[in-house]
């Protein structure tokens, strides 16, 4: 079974700290993507990259950088953070770099910036 | 820009009970659509997934159906059980375009034992 690995279940960061999510798949995935979950909001899309060093802005990539240096390693860094990034970060990957397959997502990390 | 609406947004039924879940989506250029299940506090889990070409998928007591023309899927879930309480999201994939999916807001349901 594919795994995707998210490297913290809960995290508790004070505002204006730099933050770093990572995410590691271990299917040789070439799309991988990151979420947050609010309530009321569903999930939103911030970032996904298709390719080692390639990545794309979603719909909420403010406040949000990306990482993607080998194939199977996925990072969001908080450049400085916010108490309206306090979220559910949701890591996912998927097969094919052309077209959508089957969207794989990790546990989520409960990020709470106070 | 792709929206994802799903209703209704809560659901509780006894166990037992087949239930029908409900997704619409206001762009009908998509290229698949998914199914997820969410139990609280966790990741998402790929149910069924449906190509634009298909009309349904089945996964045990699951049963997915798509009509692309009309904007909707249902998924369908017979003899329901106490273990299948937990949110289902669908989301859809872009014919063109942005390698992305856009999800809707989810269908929390809870089965009753």
């Known amino acids: 079974d594919v795994k995707v690995t998210q490297s913290s279940r809960y995290l508790v960061k004070r505002t204006g700290e730099k933050v770093f999510l990572e995410c590691v798949q271990d299917m040789d995935h070439e799309n991988m993507f990151w979420y947050r979950q609010d309530p009321g909001l569903g999930l939103r899309l911030i970032y996904f990259?298709?390719?080692?060093?390639?990545?794309e802005k979603g719909d909420i990539p403010e406040g949000y950088s990306v990482s993607r240096e080998k194939k199977e390693r996925f990072s969001l860094i908080l450049e400085s953070a916010s108490t309206n990034q306090t979220s559910m970060y949701l890591c996912?990957?998927?097969?094919?770099?052309?077209?959508?397959?089957?969207?794989?997502f990790g546990s989520g990390t409960q990020l709470s910036v106070l | 820009k792709q929206e994802v609406t799903q209703i209704p947004a809560a659901l509780s039924v006894p166990e037992g009970e087949n239930l029908v879940l409900n997704c619409s989506f206001t762009?009908?250029?998509?290229?698949?659509l998914q199914w997820f299940r969410q139990d609280p506090g966790k990741g998402l889990t790929s149910l069924l997934l449906?190509?634009?070409?298909?009309r349904e998928q089945t996964s045990g007591r699951l049963n997915a159906s798509l009509d692309k023309s009309s904007g909707r899927s249902t998924l369908y879930i017979a003899a329901s059980q106490p273990g299948d309480s937990a949110t289902y999201l669908c989301?859809?994939?872009?014919?063109?375009?942005?390698?992305?999916?856009?999800f809707g807001s989810g269908t929390r349901l809870q089965v009753q034992p």
């Open positions: 990259s298709y390719d080692v060093k390639m990545k």
């Open positions: 989301a859809v994939s872009p014919d063109t375009g942005r390698r992305a999916l856009t």
């Open positions: 996912a990957s998927s097969l094919l770099s052309t077209r959508h397959e089957k969207l794989f």
């Open positions: 762009d009908s250029a998509i290229y698949n």
């Open positions: 449906i190509q634009s070409s298909q």
